[in-house]
């Protein structure tokens, strides 16, 4: 028997308690007590049961008949165990939705069949993709009220997908239902022979558990130092995601030192293996530098180590959010303070449209920028739902201000692969924002085993740029490596054949190259770019278009003497006869790279030892695995 | 639904989950102590929180409140389970606050020293300086639970104010607190009876005979089975009948009733858990006072 935690959103109106009251009415779920319970407080008399009275609990909300937190409610078939987190609908509850939303696998959006998709349902659906639930079930209510018609189905689910298109979900699963009447929530209806699908139930059993869990990146975040003799100490924690074993390599941050895992304790006995959900216990074999807040990573599969943090933010204080004072971030097991620096946009819970603004108050949810004290190890919430959340806490009453789920590392220009939100870009294509990727990069390269970059390789005309790289492209490739090469000459017969050789020209080609690889790079391939791009501003522009560390300026040095000796095109020579103008070396400036991750110099080392020497600055940068 | 023939997945997520709440408390606070009754649900938590620190012993102490009204077998059963654990166990007795003048004695036949542990524990709670007290409580228990938190904020009066409580995130949990407050942590929060039981069975823990079916004088008042005892005077009409019955939850003699049951075994418990009618307080005279007893109780600072 497995478990699945879902939560329900919705109102009082559409049904929502009565769904969760015929849950457990029909899979014997409520007991005789209760039962006489809700009659004795039944008001109505109604010839259907009050199962909604089953489900508000505290008094106020049985006196207002409205549901104001988040409630947890239990029931189990043979199949599977299941916690509801049970939400209010209304917009001033979106901060119980989003806790309600925060720890579920599944989320159950009820609509009412005489009023199809509301604003409400919009804000459900938005709020189960901003969390990242990994399964949706619109269920179509009330059916009974609009005499099971399956146009009516049909039309209500077109218009819900036309929305959830736009969103970030996958999974959406449409059932039509009575709650009152018991239609297709746990037996099938007469009523609805069009209706070929599965129950409510059935789907409830069988839907996939355990997705939000990422298999592949091991994170250990420390909760507690196990000290209870001088000969052992152990680190008690939750595996996070991935897994790891014995004799396994790992790094700990922040300190940043290389161990290997001991041994995994528990009181049943030593395990061969910690997996993702697991709480253990986990001795290194040396003693370095290890407390609450630490974590405990593979060494070639790190998070971001990093104090800037793009995220989004849910609002859940009556206190408005503040830019001028600190708070406290409480990101897994670590806890330092922080500032929300930037405040990018805000978002109409109601339009989902993206406003200006200065603050966020209760129930409001936009994407910031935070900067913190101390290093946070983050992965993007998208990849990693257990290490790409935090919450912030008010220092001087203590109260839990926000709920946040972070993008990536903040930074000033438009974060890769996410909408573009910086000035600049609005003003030229107002109309245009970036379409989120179906499939996140940091997935992508999961799977391929190795990181995506960008490798910019710049030098004088005959230095042996596209040499050195077509070289190394052969070398990556053997090695399992997914690359794409980016020519000069190759891109000026189409992507930038309407090009000369001016410096605005030359400037868009570069810029062209640049939101090419760009594209690439979101696609998980190692591209290599050889550009002689003379102008240092043109370089700089393409590598802010990717994050830290995954753009590497490579310069191929070599003295214009060897070049013009090589002169592989004969360029020089017409260049020098002036046949050519603004050529680089001889009728145009070249900018040599001020600060660039890799040179070689190829008049100096032959190609293979240009090669030898990038693969290690690649793989001592993590961004490959080193050989076998 | 016995859990020895199958796989129990939700079992090892629950168990995670409490043993991480566990961890927490102790990471996050001072003076923690965990509430031991000795019944089923906190002989649970106590063998989760064995677990949580291995090879560590348990790093906080265990409090006791003894209404004086406890099953005999209850008390042997603690005191055996300490020794075995070499856990720090600390007992403070409604007596003492009898003595003290901290509390008066309810009269009739009805009385209860339920409601008067309250103030022993608060006292307890004050005396020891505690600032986190892990509850055996579980949301399936009572309505009024299910919205509790898993790190539940107590004023300094002990109340809980269910329109305040801090929302509480993914497994975030904030124990940040003002000098004189204090939490209440539930790590069973998601636990169900039934879960316990299976629990129970595949961990192999010993639990009170009371649990299982055994041959009692009872007394049914109010719907409910009282066990024969010095605490409890019979009214007029009643007396006491010999019956095969064992008890769902163990608290005071004077208000666990006991459930008539042939389950002299834990798959036996969990099979007739599984097809129950009732629920599990069912048997508690106190709950059924008036329809929001449960609330009541709990803003004054019952657990």
């Known amino acids: ?628 | 639904m016995s859990v020895s023939s199958e796989t129990a997945r939700h079992l090892d997520t629950l168990e995670s989950e409490g043993i991480h709440v566990i961890r927490e408390t102790a990471a996050q606070f001072e003076r923690p102590v965990l509430m031991f009754s000795g019944g089923k649900d906190s002989l649970t938590m106590t063998h989760l929180a064995r677990k949580a620190f291995y090879p560590e012993p348990i790093p906080f102490p265990l409090l006791h409140v003894d209404t004086g009204h406890n099953f005999p077998e209850t008390l042997r059963f603690r005191d055996d389970l300490m020794e075995r654990i070499g856990a720090n166990l600390i007992v403070r007795t409604v007596q003492e606050s009898i003595d003290k003048g901290r509390v008066k004695e309810e009269q009739g036949p009805n009385a209860s020293r339920n409601k008067l542990q309250i103030v022993t524990l608060l006292d307890a709670l004050d005396e020891l300086d505690v600032d986190a007290a892990l509850g055996g409580a579980r949301r399936d228990e009572e309505k009024a639970r299910a919205k509790e938190r898993f790190f539940s904020h107590r004023d300094r009066f002990g109340q809980w104010d269910p329109k305040k409580q801090r929302p509480e995130l993914w497994n975030q949990y904030n124990g940040r607190r003002n000098p004189g407050e204090h939490f209440r942590v539930f790590p069973l929060s998601n636990w169900t009876e039934l879960d316990v039981w299976q629990y129970i069975e595949r961990e192999g823990l010993e639990i009170p005979s009371l649990y299982l079916a055994h041959k009692r004088d009872v007394v049914e008042r109010d719907g409910s089975l009282l066990a024969k005892s010095d605490y409890i005077s019979l009214r007029d009409g009643e007396h006491y009948a010999e019956k095969m019955v064992r008890f769902r939850t163990i608290g005071d003699m004077t208000c666990t009733g006991a459930i008539e049951s042939t389950a002299t075994t834990i798959p036996e418990v969990i099979e007739e858990v599984a097809t129950a009618t009732h629920s599990e307080r069912g048997g508690r005279t106190d709950d059924q006072r008036s329809e929001a007893a449960m609330e009541d109780r709990k803003r004054k600072g019952y657990f």
């Not at chain 1, 017969?493 to 001016?502: E, I």
């Not at chain 1, 050519?580 to 009728?587: A, C, K, L, P, W």
């Not at chain 1, 400036?589 to 990038?614: L, M």
């Open chain 1, 1 to 628: 028997m497995d478990l699945l935690r879902f939560t329900t959103a919705g109102s009082v109106d559409d049904g929502k308690s009565t769904l969760i009251g015929r849950l457990f009415y029909d899979t014997q779920a409520i007991f005789e007590e209760k039962m006489s319970e809700i009659q004795r407080n039944t008001q109505r008399d109604d010839e259907d049961l009050e199962l909604a009275l089953l489900t508000d609990g505290l008094r106020a909300e049985r006196e207002q008949g409205i549901t104001i937190d988040v409630a947890y409610r239990y029931f189990a078939t043979p199949k599977r165990k299941f916690i509801i987190a049970d939400t209010p609908g209304h917009e001033q509850y979106t901060r119980n939705m989003v806790t309600g939303a925060s720890t579920a696998e599944l989320a159950i959006v009820l609509l009412d069949a005489r009023k199809g998709v509301l604003e409400q349902s919009h804000r459900h659906a938005f709020i189960a993709s901003l969390l990242q639930i990994p399964h949706m079930i619109v269920a179509v209510n009330k059916m009974d009220l609009v005499d099971y018609d399956e146009d009516r189905f049909r039309e209500i689910v077109d218009e819900f997908r036309d929305f959830a298109d736009k969103l970030d979900v996958n999974d959406i699963t449409f059932i039509p239902i009575s709650a009152l009447k018991g239609d297709n929530v746990v037996t099938e209806s007469e009523k609805t022979p069009w209706y070929q699908g599965a129950t409510l139930l059935h789907r409830l059993e069988t839907v996939k558990t355990q997705t939000d869990r990422n298999q592949v990146d091991f994170r250990f975040p420390v909760q507690n130092v196990i000290r209870p003799h001088q000969d052992f100490r152990g680190f008690a924690g939750q595996v996070a995601s991935g897994s790891v074993r014995p004799g396994e390599e790992v790094v700990v941050l922040p300190s940043n030192l290389t161990t290997e895992v001991e041994s995994i304790v528990t009181l049943d006995g030593e395990q061969d293996q910690a997996s993702p959900g697991e709480s253990v216990v986990i001795s290194l074999t040396d003693e370095i530098d290890v407390s609450r807040g630490s974590m405990i990573v593979r060494s070639r599969n790190r998070p971001e180590v990093t104090r800037q943090v793009d995220a989004d933010l849910c609002w859940m204080d009556e206190e408005k959010l503040r830019t001028d004072r600190p708070y406290i971030v409480q990101h897994g097991t670590r806890e330092t303070q922080a500032y929300v620096s930037n405040l990018v946009y805000r978002i109409n819970v109601k339009t989902l449209h993206r406003e200006e603004a200065d603050t966020l108050t209760l129930n409001e949810i936009g994407r910031v920028e935070l900067e913190t004290a101390d290093p946070l190890f983050i992965d993007s919430y998208r990849v990693n739902r257990h290490t790409g959340r935090f919450i912030l806490v008010d220092p001087d009453t203590n109260a839990t201000v926000a709920g946040g789920m972070i993008r990536g590392v903040g930074q000033d220009v438009a974060a890769v692969g996410e909408e573009s939100t910086t000035r600049k870009e609005q003003q030229t294509s107002p109309n245009v924002v970036w379409e989120g990727l179906a499939i996140p990069r940091e997935e992508r390269e999961a799977k391929n085993g190795h990181k995506a970059a960008v490798m910019w390789f710049t030098g004088l005309s005959g230095a042996g740029k596209s040499t050195v790289a077509k070289a190394l492209e052969e070398r990556l490739f053997d090695r399992g490596i997914q690359t794409m090469h980016l020519d000069g000459d190759n891109v000026r017969h189409g992507l930038s054949g309407d090009l000369g050789f001016s410096a605005n020209d030359r400037e868009e080609n570069v810029r062209r190259v640049g939101e090419v690889s760009r594209l690439f790079f979101e696609q998980g391939t190692f591209t290599l770019c050889t550009f002689v791009s003379p102008y240092r501003e043109d370089r700089t522009r393409v590598r802010e278009l990717l994050p830290e560390g995954r753009f590497l300026e490579v310069h191929v040095d070599c003295a214009l003497e060897v070049c013009k000796e090589r002169d592989p095109k004969g360029l020089y020579e017409k260049a020098e006869k002036g046949e050519i103008s603004n050529f680089t070396g001889v009728s145009a400036p070249y900018e040599e790279p001020e600060d660039p991750e890799i040179v070689v110099r190829t008049d100096e080392h032959d190609v293979e030892t240009c090669v030898d020497q990038i693969v290690d600055a690649l793989e001592a940068r993590g961004l490959i695995p080193e050989a076998e």
